[in-house]
C-alpha cells in the first residue's frame, strides 16, 4: 500500500519532492522518485511513499522499473493473485529481483499492455510510464477502493493518491466547483468523477487512462453486470448458500496474503463476523479483532451504534485475540484534522469513528480485512427493503397518503435523546419518498436536501450560478424534470445502464457506482492511511461480485449460519456510525456558532445566513433532526478554511 504522485510537464523535482512528502502518512516505511527529461525538454516525473506489506526488503522499492528502462511503475495497492501471474511472467522468461506484487503487475504490462488490468484481482491505483513510447498509463481497481485523483491541462498533466499532493504543484487551481457543491449539498459527499475541486477529478472505478502529446484518452476496460430482469435461477437455495460460502471464504484467503501482522474489524453485524469466521477456517493464526465502542452517554437515542457485546462474544466464539477500542474522542481538536486527511467535504461523521479504530490498531497490525461492500453485494441496507415497503404503502389511496398520512408524518418532531428519534427520521424519509415512482423513490430516499431547500440555502449568485450550469431549476411539481437534469442526472445515467436489470439490481447497481465508491470506500482509504493502515475489503473480489449477481442478505445469511453463532443471524441492521446528534448539542456546539455565525456565513458569499441558522435553530430546539445537514455546513467550511483559504490545519 503506498501513496503515488506523479508529472508531465507540470513543476520540477522540488515539485514532486513536495507531493511526495505531503503523502508521507500513506507511505512511512520508503520513498522514491524517477524523472526523465525528454528530448523536447519535457519532464516527467514519478514519485512514491511505500507502505511495505509483501516483501519488506529494499528489492520492493518504488518506482521501479523494468530490466531494460523502458516502463516505470508507481503503484499503490495490493494484487492478491500475484503469485499465480508471477509463476506464469517466470515461465515466459521473467527474472523476478523482488517479493513485491508491484513487480508482477509491471511485467504483465510488459506482456499485455492495457489489457493486463483486467486479470488482476485486487485493489490498486497505478501509472506506468513508457519511454519507448512517451506515454502514461494509468489504472484504478474495478470497484475504486483505492483512489486516483488528477488534473489535465493541455501539455500539462499531474496524478496522485491524495488531492493535497496536487495541491503541491504550481499553478493548479484552488477553486471550489460549484457543481460538485450542490451535489455535496444533496447526497453529503461528491459523487465521482467530480471533486470539490475545479478541474481535479478521479479517474472512475474499473476505468484506465492514457496520456501521450498532451492528449488524455479514459476508457472503462470492466463494469458490473446483473442478468435480465425476467432471468430463471436455476440454483437452490441450499446450493447457493454452499457455494457463496466456498466461494467467500477463498476471497478472505486470498487476501490474508502479508509479511506484516494482520486482523479484521468486527462489529455485531453479518459481514464482519463473516469475514473473521472465514479467517478462522483457513488460518491457523489466533485471528487478531478491532471493535470501536463509545461510552453510553453517547448512545442515548442511537440507532446507528452497534452492541459492542454481541462483537466481544462473537470474538471468544472463534478464540480471537479481540481489542475493545472505547473511545471519548475530542472533536473539536479531531475534526478538522480529518478534513484535512479527507481532501473533500464528507458529511459522514462515521470519518470520526473509522480514523480512531485504525488508530489503535496500528499499534498491533498494519493490515485489517473489512467488511465494506457487502451492503452494496447483498443489499442489506434499510433503504432496499423499505422499497417493498413502499410498494405497500402505495396501495393506500393518495388521496389519504398526502392529506393524512404524510403531513402527520412530517409534523413529528425530531425526538432527539429518545430511542424513537432514529424511526422518526427514518418514517420521514419514507413519507416524503414512498408515494414516488421506484427511481425517483430510491434517489429521494438518498437525498438531504432537495433542490427547493437549496434555492433557500443559496446566496442569489450562487444561485444563479448553479442555475445557469445545471439548467433553470423546475419546482418540486416537476420532480422527473429534476431528477433527470439536476442533482440526480450521473444517477439516472446510472439507472439506465442496468435498465434491464429487475429493480432490486438496478439499486445495488447505483449504490456500488456512487455511494459506496465516493463515501464509503473513499472514508475508508483516507481513514486507514492517515494511520498508515491498509484496508482490505473481501466482499469486493470482482470475481465473487459477478457470481453473486443481486443474491441478498437472506442467502449470504444463510452460508455462514453452520460458522456463525445465532445472535450474530438474529442481529439487527445497525451500521457503522458515530453519536453527530450528541456532537453537536455539546462538544461541538461552540464551533459550529463560531463558524456557522451570520457574519461568516455573509462574509463567504455561499448561502443565506437566515436560512443556515435556521437548520440550527431548529435541529437545537428539537423542531426537526437537522443533525446531518449542520454536519454538512460545519465540514464544509472547515474544508474551505483547510483547501480554499489555504489553512495549515494538517499541523
Known amino acids: 500500500m503506498c501513496g503515488i504522485v506523479g508529472v508531465i510537464n507540470w513543476g520540477d523535482s522540488g515539485t514532486l519532492a513536495r507531493m511526495n512528502n505531503v503523502q508521507a502518512h500513506r507511505g512511512p516505511d520508503d520513498q522514491g522518485v524517477c524523472e526523465t527529461r525528454l528530448s523536447d525538454g519535457g519532464f516527467v516525473g514519478l514519485g512514491s511513499r511505500r507502505l511495505a506489506i509483501l516483501d519488506l526488503s529494499p528489492a520492493g522499492h518504488m518506482p521501479m522499473s523494468t530490466p531494460n528502462g523502458r516502463f516505470t511503475i508507481t503503484y499503490n495497492g495490493e494484487v492478491y493473485n500475484y503469485p499465480e501471474l508471477r509463476r506464469e511472467l517466470e515461465l515466459k522468461g521473467h527474472r523476478f529481483r523482488s517479493r513485491s506484487d508491484t513487480e508482477a503487475v509491471l511485467y504483465l504490462y510488459q506482456e499485455h499492455g492495457a489489457s493486463s488490468v483486467a486479470r488482476l484481482k485486487g485493489m490498486f ?45 504550481p499553478e493548479m487551481p484552488r477553486r471550489m466547483n460549484l457543481n460538485a457543491l450542490d451535489q455535496y449539498l444533496t447526497f453529503l459527499w461528491v459523487p465521482d468523477p467530480l471533486t470539490m475541486f475545479d478541474q481535479i477529478v478521479k479517474l472512475p472505478a474499473g476505468h484506465c487512462a492514457f496520456y501521450s502529446d498532451g492528449a488524455l484518452r479514459v476508457e472503462q476496460y470492466w463494469d458490473l453486470k446483473f442478468p435480465a430482469a425476467d432471468h430463471d435461477f436455476e440454483a437452490n437455495e441450499a446450493g447457493l448458500a454452499t457455494e457463496l460460502r466456498e466461494r467467500f471464504t477463498a476471497s478472505v484467503k486470498s487476501q490474508l496474503l502479508s509479511d506484516v501482522p494482520l486482523g479484521s474489524f468486527l462489529s455485531a453485524g453479518l459481514d464482519s463476523s463473516s469475514i473473521v469466521a472465514a479467517m478462522s477456517q483457513v488460518s491457523t493464526a489466533k485471528t487478531r479483532t478491532y471493535t470501536i465502542a463509545f461510552p453510553d452517554k453517547y448512545r442515548k437515542g442511537e440507532v446507528t451504534l452497534d452492541d459492542t457485546n454481541v462483537a466481544r462474544r462473537t470474538a471468544q466464539h472463534f478464540g480471537c485475540d479481540h481489542t475493545e477500542i472505547v473511545v471519548e474522542p475530542d472533536v473539536v481538536d479531531l475534526l478538522p484534522k480529518l478534513v484535512w486527511q479527507m481532501d473533500e467535504p464528507v458529511a459522514d461523521p462515521a470519518i470520526i469513528a473509522a480514523y480512531l479504530v485504525n488508530r489503535e490498531a496500528r499499534k498491533t497490525v498494519t493490515v485489517l480485512l473489512s467488511g465494506v461492500g457487502g451492503d452494496e453485494l447483498f443489499a442489506g ?39 424513537v428519534k432514529g424511526h422518526i427520521r427514518l ?26 431547500q437549496k434555492e433557500s440555502l443559496y446566496a442569489p449568485a450562487v444561485r444563479e450560478t448553479i442555475n445557469g450550469t445545471l439548467g433553470a431549476r423546475p419546482s418540486s411539481a416537476a420532480l422527473d424534470v429534476a431528477l433527470k437534469d439536476g442533482s440526480w442526472s450521473r444517477h439516472m445515467d446510472y439507472f439506465e445502464q442496468v435498465s434491464g436489470a429487475d429493480f432490486l439490481n438496478q439499486m445495488l447497481y447505483l449504490d456500488t457506482k456512487a455511494f459506496m465508491v465516493s463515501l464509503n470506500l473513499t472514508y475508508n482509504d483516507k481513514m486507514s492511511m492517515a494511520s498508515s493502515v ?42 457503522f456510525g458515530a453519536p453527530a446528534d450528541y456532537w453537536l448539542a455539546k462538544d461541538l456546539r461552540e464551533m459550529v456558532d463560531d463558524l456557522m455565525s451570520e457574519t461568516d456565513l455573509k462574509n463567504r458569499g455561499l448561502f443565506n445566513p437566515a436560512a443556515v441558522r435556521l437548520l440550527v435553530d431548529e435541529q437545537r430546539s428539537g423542531r426537526q433532526d437537522w443533525s446531518a445537514q449542520v454536519w454538512q455546513f460545519l465540514t464544509l467550511e472547515l474544508w474551505m478554511r483547510a483547501f480554499i483559504d489555504r489553512g495549515a490545519l494538517a499541523d
Open 381 to 419: 441496507y434499510r433503504k432496499h427493503a423499505a422499497y417493498d415497503l413502499a410498494q405497500k404503502y402505495q396501495r393506500i389511496p393518495s388521496a389519504v397518503r398526502e392529506k393524512f398520512i404524510e403531513p402527520l408524518v412530517m409534523s413529528l418532531p425530531s425526538m432527539r435523546g429518545t430511542s
Open 427 to 452: 418514517a420521514k424519509k419514507m413519507a416524503r419518498s414512498a408515494s414516488l415512482s421506484p427511481r425517483d423513490y430510491f434517489l429521494m430516499n438518498s437525498t438531504y436536501l432537495t433542490d427547493d
Open 125 to 169: 491505483a497505478f501509472a506506468i510510464w513508457d519511454d519507448q513510447r512517451k506515454e502514461l498509463f494509468l489504472a484504478r481497481d474495478h470497484f475504486g477502493i483505492k483512489p486516483l485523483y488528477y488534473c489535465h491541462q493541455n501539455a500539462r498533466f499531474a496524478f496522485a493518491s491524495e488531492i493535497k499532493a496536487l495541491l503541491e504543484i
Open 534 to 575: 491498509e484496508v482490505r475489503v473481501p466482499f469486493l473480489d470482482w470475481e465473487l461480485a459477478e457470481w453473486v449477481q443481486g443474491t441478498t442478505k437472506h442467502i449470504l445469511r444463510e452460508a455462514m449460519r453452520p460458522l456463525l453463532p445465532p445472535e450474530v443471524l438474529e442481529q439487527k441492521k445497525a451500521g
